[in-house]
């Protein structure tokens, strides 16, 4: 493993400046961001486009390496509500992700099998095949990689995975559906468990509300006080900066200025700007998962609006996504919760039962450059080419910190803090396809192909 090994420099340049040397990159950045719009936040759009931002999807994303299958999704869906995987066979992943409780448990601090309370509150899990890293500080790069986690955690299940897979082993039915769900690699092992798992979580979509109905065009499915909510979610009051896409979230990490002193993010990439930073929870299902944050300190949705009202922590690493000195009167605030409302079903919540996967894999055309812009939380261009040794710029020409990775086993790199204006130089010493991505805003990805 090459560490670090494509020579990492750090222009500390302003962005003019950087602009001067690499004139391409910028116009680029004025000229390639075609769905700006789509972010709303403060900048007035139509409604139309601001409504497009949150249409359901018709298909959900898998992974290559772990494509759907029904048989996975059925063994995932018997693992999942299995107490066999705590130490004591007394909880099941289901015990804390209650699908009654929006796949949360209800309490502000859940507690695994020694009756020990947990650090954080438990999220739900619904609508995860469009996130990115897991956790609320992002620490597990996958649903894949995230199970083992609560499995082995002392303070969950407790429980090592070799014993896990030892009883699951002794069980005939199922070494019949492992080997149905995995018929090329028939195995009762860490690995296929993990992709079982995973594939049942992904199927976890939240059912269709009001919202989407009013979305596709039924005017009459939402009420004017809850038009007028969500006029002010993507305008006046902007939490789409950061709560956008179907399912509500960008899947990235902030501060939001909640009290504590839990790190987050920053503890995990030991990038201090990236302190007291947790992931966007999605939105859907939203009144069925009370209590809410990492904490589980606010008790309700109004609460939470009037957090980003009056409660914020004022500290350096507060987002500069947060809108500044909200103000909302009572009728608004009234209008938004009404409008959150409506991002809940009326019936008892079911996952689907037909899913529809597409596979994650990379369609734009990659492009000949030697440097890439990032604006507005996204890479312009998104997918290049560019020959081994060759150096690639990456100019940070936007108003947030990111953090330029790739975690591959045959290059690692990891920027650290780059600040606006600031560019990096990446040389990538092998050939072969490489995803770089942000560390804090994990849904900025950059595919690039490597040639000899
Ligand atoms: C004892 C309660 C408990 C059990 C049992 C449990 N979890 Fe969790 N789960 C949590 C808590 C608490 C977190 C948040 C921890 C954090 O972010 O630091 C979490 C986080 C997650 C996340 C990340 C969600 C996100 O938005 O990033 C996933 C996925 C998940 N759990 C799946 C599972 C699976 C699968 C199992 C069973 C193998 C399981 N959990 C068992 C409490 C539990
Ligand atoms: C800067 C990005 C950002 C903006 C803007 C923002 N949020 Fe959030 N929101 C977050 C993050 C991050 C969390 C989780 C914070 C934590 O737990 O530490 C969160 C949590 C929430 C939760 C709790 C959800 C749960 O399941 O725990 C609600 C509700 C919420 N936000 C509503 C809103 C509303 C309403 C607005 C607009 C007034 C808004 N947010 C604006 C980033 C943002």
Not at 57 to 73: C, G, I, L, M, T
Request: hydrophobic share 40%; aromatic share 8%; charged share 25%.
């Amino acid at each position: 493993m090459l560490s670090g090994g494509g020579g990492l420099t750090r222009l500390l340049a302003p962005a003019f400046v950087a602009g001067a040397v690499l004139g391409g990159a910028l116009a680029f950045a004025v000229t390639g961001s075609p769905d700006k719009s789509a972010a709303a936040g403060p900048r007035k759009s139509d409604l139309a486009t601001r409504k497009a931002a949150f249409r359901r999807p018709a298909q959900v994303p898998f992974p290559a390496d772990n494509p759907y299958s029904e048989k996975k999704r059925a063994l995932g869906d018997k693992l999942f509500h299995d107490r066999r995987l705590s130490l004591d066979d007394s909880i099941s992943c289901a015990s804390c992700h209650d699908r009654n409780n929006g796949y949360a448990d209800g309490v502000a601090k859940g507690q695994g099998v020694p009756g020990r309370k947990l650090a954080r509150h438990t999220p739900t899990l619904w609508n995860l095949a469009w996130s990115r890293q897991m956790f609320w500080d992002g620490r597990a790069r996958s649903l894949e990689e995230q199970v083992s986690f609560p499995i082995e955690n002392p303070d969950e299940m407790a429980q090592p995975l070799p014993d896990v897979i030892a009883k699951l082993s002794a069980d005939p039915k199922y070494v019949r559906m492992f080997a149905e769900a995995f018929p090329d690699d028939p195995h009762i092992d860490a690995v296929n468990l993990a992709k079982a798992l995973a594939t049942y979580e992904r199927g976890l979509v939240s059912p269709e509300t009001r919202f989407d109905r009013w979305v596709d065009g039924d005017a009459q499915a939402l009420t004017p006080n809850e038009v007028k909510g969500f006029d002010l979610f993507t305008g006046k009051a902007q939490c789409s900066n950061c709560h956008t896409g179907w399912a509500f979230t960008d899947s990235a990490f902030y501060d939001i200025g909640l009290k504590g002193d839990d790190r987050g993010r920053g503890a995990v990439l030991r990038i201090s700007q990236a302190n007291y930073s947790f992931k966007v929870p999605g939105l859907r299902e939203l009144s069925r998962s009370a209590p809410y944050m990492h904490d589980g300190s606010i008790k309700t949705i109004e609460e939470a609006v009037r957090h980003y009202e009056a409660g914020v922590v004022k500290r350096p690493t507060l987002a500069s996504d947060l809108p500044h000195d909200l103000k909302l009167t009572d009728t608004e605030r009234a209008s938004l919760v009404a409008f959150l409302k409506t991002l809940t079903g009326d019936e008892k919540p079911k996952p689907p039962e037909k899913i529809v996967a597409v596979s994650t894999a990379v369609t734009s055309p990659a492009v000949a450059v030697s440097s890439v812009a990032q604006d507005d939380k996204a890479f312009h261009p998104r997918h290049v080419k560019i020959k081994r040794g060759a150096r690639l710029w990456i100019v940070n020409n936007d108003s947030r910190t990111h953090n330029v990775r790739v975690f591959d086993e045959k290059f690692e790199f990891d920027s650290g803090a780059q600040e606006p204006g600031e560019t990096i130089e990446m040389t990538f010493p092998a050939t072969g396809s490489f995803l770089v991505f942000c560390g804090i805003h994990p849904k900025m990805e950059l595919f690039v192909d490597v040639k000899p």
